[in-house]
């Protein structure tokens, strides 16, 4: 049910920006882009979402390219806290449904 | 505001027995939804319920049930316990998780671990 596509991992400079793609081809127009990271199997933690515009909150930013066919978050600051597994995620949001498909996700991995 | 809480947190059955897990959304949320984590599958949508309704249903066998209380509560149930339903079983909230944009916040998991 994955409709998207990262790439399995990446490396980073700590301090260095981390830039995490994402492809979402098949979006459609009610879909918004998510993303969550997961740290050592706790629970996913929120990061920020976006529907067409890019986006900016105090964690990241997301860049959404104009035919919303792939997007970009990044981490401006990378620090070794950062190192987790980042997911990508299409929600439909469709009144009465609720489903968030999940894909492999990227690892992320922050190196000192 | 408490985030999302999820009991036990670690549990050990054997083969064919049945399990419950808790889970507890945030003050307000309505919608609770379930996800299955293994390392083969990776996270897969259980179900979700929104006012002590099953809203939607992810592709797992009828083993699997769930149900929510009128306090947005929820639990959810495996019969007949197998060796591959061992896995990280995430609870997540939500205000309502319908129309627009209703980010879900996970809980930390119950790891259940079938002998």
């Known amino acids: 049910d994955a409709k998207t596509t990262q790439p399995p991992s990446m490396d980073c400079a700590e301090g260095r920006a981390a830039n995490l793609p994402c492809n979402h081809s098949?979006?459609?127009?009610?879909?918004?882009v998510y993303w969550y990271r997961q740290i050592h199997s706790q629970g996913p933690q929120y990061i920020i979402h976006?529907?067409?515009n890019n986006e900016t909150n105090e964690m990241a930013s997301l860049i959404i390219t104009e035919d919303r066919k792939s997007s970009t978050l990044i981490l401006p600051h990378a620090t070794l806290r950062d190192t987790a597994v980042y997911y990508c995620?299409?929600?439909?949001?469709?009144?009465?449904?609720?489903?968030?498909?999940f894909g492999s996700g990227t690892k992320l991995n922050v190196k000192p | 505001k408490a985030g999302v809480t999820q009991t036990p947190r670690y549990l050990i059955k054997t083969r064919g027995q049945q399990v419950t897990l808790s889970c507890s959304p945030i003050?307000?949320?309505?919608?609770v939804s379930w996800y299955q984590q293994t390392p083969g599958q990776g996270l897969q949508f259980l179900f979700e319920?929104?006012?002590?309704?099953?809203?939607n249903k992810g592709n797992f066998p009828g083993r699997f049930s769930g149900r929510q209380f009128s306090n947005s509560r929820s639990e959810m149930n495996v019969s007949t316990l197998e060796l591959g339903d061992s896995a990280l079983y995430l609870c997540?909230?939500?205000?309502?998780?319908?129309?627009?944009?209703?980010?879900?916040?996970f809980g930390p998991g119950t790891r259940l671990t079938v002998l």
């Open positions: 995620i299409v929600r439909v949001a469709l009144y009465n449904f609720n489903k968030f498909y």
């Open positions: 319920y929104f006012s002590e309704t099953q809203r």
């Open positions: 003050s307000g949320h309505r919608s």
């Open positions: 997540a909230s939500s205000l309502n998780g319908g129309q627009g944009a209703n980010e879900q916040f």
């Open positions: 976006g529907l067409k």
């Open positions: 098949t979006i459609s127009g009610n879909e918004y």
